[in-house]
């Protein structure tokens, strides 16, 4: 999301956990600038593609970043913001885009299963 402050600088959060960007704080956006920290994707990563757990969405329910709603398969909640879903899809997608960038050292997470 994006944030003004009573300055007037626009901030960047997390629409997951709310927190701002950092450098040790990366973020990928989604549709309509949508946002999704480096430590909610490792969570989600985690969870999501080697666990295989998550949240069965409610029909109508629509992804924060890619915007899609009723997508089939397990999505991520976000663990401060409720109503807030990532699907599996949006978080394979996510974690690819830091996993490539040269410029952040942000790597998916290991299977904690092996």
């Given at each position: ?10 901030e960047f959060k997390c ?100």
């Open positions: 999301m994006h944030v003004t402050d009573n300055e007037g600088n626009i629409d997951f956990c709310t927190m701002p960007w950092s450098d040790d704080r990366q973020m990928v956006e989604g549709h309509r600038g949508s946002l999704i920290c480096s430590q909610c994707l490792s969570i989600a990563f985690t969870e999501i593609v080697h666990l295989d757990s998550g949240y069965a969405p409610i029909k109508g329910e629509t992804c924060k970043l890619c915007l899609e709603t009723d997508r089939d398969g397990l999505h991520w909640q976000s663990p401060v913001e409720v109503e807030v879903i990532a699907c599996r899809r949006c978080v394979k997608q996510s974690a690819g885009v830091l996993h490539k960038d040269p410029d952040i050292p942000w790597k998916k997470p290991a299977d904690p299963l092996v």
